[in-house]
């Protein structure tokens, strides 16, 4: 069963009853999926922003005054380092990579506001569950009310061993003297499913607050996936002045696409997608910490820059990293083994910060 939640779905008696009829047919509450309608809007709102943010990127990129700031800042780089190859590699790797986070940073305050809303959304749809009582939902027509709970207690009743009463009988059958008690029970245990095992199992499905599934996550990062994918091709480095000086004779070299190539698998399964479970994280305690409304846009603006700074910083440390180790054969294997461990160990229902 697809339900398609909204903030009245839990208040709507008749898709009580309905929940209630598939549950009692069902094998398992797992059967039950939820998918909230502020799921469409959130995600598109991420995938339109991470486009923006790669287009600011192209148009940086494209400019000769970054090349010429990114190689000042390698020059002062090795100045502190020390002039080496593997300094150079690795500043070549990281420096090719961090800086851009400048580019996302106009997108800092829509981010914000675009997770705020989810935030907000999904606490409502696990507060609902969490206190969910059929009693308070609503019926637009009220003499509709007691047949549909009716029809609900009767798929939640619990089984009774009780003798039968014969025509004739001095007492009443204890189903008759008990029905309204057990109707009462049969909703309680209507609502206990509800709190229970069907919020556990949106919990697994969708996770907390702050926990992104892993797919979503990679979706709302395809449009940087895909930049990243055309700018690691050996095609792309044809006439870059910098391949002599870092020493490859051709672009075509495996010491140069490996690296870069396996760099690009980590960035985007390890650096890229925890984005948004660590601004989730971050924004659900600026929101907890203070209910003042200025204060909470402030903080969720530098939430959002810190958060971009820091997941450009690690795919640059992972590019740096791999450049540099790829110029030692005896350290390649274990790149590649790192690599591999790095994708056995994605948890590909949620990321959990």
Known sequence: MLVLWDDT???????NMEMATFARYSESPKKMEFVPLWLAPWLLSAVLLDLLGVEFLRCMEADEATEIITQ??????LAMLGDSREARLFLEGFLHSFPYFVCYLPMALPSMLSFKSKIQGHQLMLHQMASFDIKKAKCSVESDRPLVEEQVAMHFQPKLETDVIVAGGSELAPEAVESGALREEALDRFNSYVQGPLRSTLLDCIGEVHEVPFQLCSLCMLPM??????AIIPS????????????YASPWDWRLWMPSLVAWCLAQTLAYPVTFPILLRLLQQVESATENVCVQLLFGILCSCFVYAYTFFCSGIIFGCAMVLSQRQEHVMQLLHSANKAFRGIPLKRFRV
């Open 72 to 77: 000042t800042g390698i020059k002062m780089g």
């Open 236 to 247: 792309a480095w044809e006439g870059c002045g910098t391949l002599s000086t870092l020493g």
């Open 9 to 15: 779905y839990f208040e709507r008696l008749w898709c």
């Open 225 to 230: 996936t895909t930049f990243n994918a055309t």
